[in-house]
């Protein structure tokens, strides 16, 4: 698996850290040992994508 990164742009107590792979790994910073979020790499990268997007979608309606 991949390194675990955390954004520039975090505040040192809203962070969450990504690690990249096959599988991406999403885990909150204040609670490392309490599990992670595992999707597909390519997920992540799609829900990026429409959450930068200049009109992301209205995930409501999904």
Request: aromatic share 6%; proline share 7%.
């Given at each position: 698996?991949?390194?675990?990164?955390?954004?520039?742009?975090?505040?040192?107590?809203?962070?969450?850290?990504?690690?990249?792979?096959?599988?991406?790994?999403?885990?909150?910073?204040?609670?490392?040992?309490?599990g992670t979020l595992e999707i597909s790499t390519?997920?992540?990268?799609?829900?990026?994508?429409?959450?930068?997007?200049?009109?992301?979608?209205?995930?409501?309606?999904?």
């Open positions: 698996m991949g390194e675990w990164r955390t954004s520039r742009y975090s505040g040192k107590d809203n962070c969450v850290e990504v690690a990249l792979g096959p599988v991406s790994r999403i885990r909150d910073t204040k609670d490392r040992a309490g390519r997920s992540w990268v799609s829900l990026l994508t429409s959450l930068c997007s200049p009109s992301p979608p209205d995930l409501r309606k999904l």
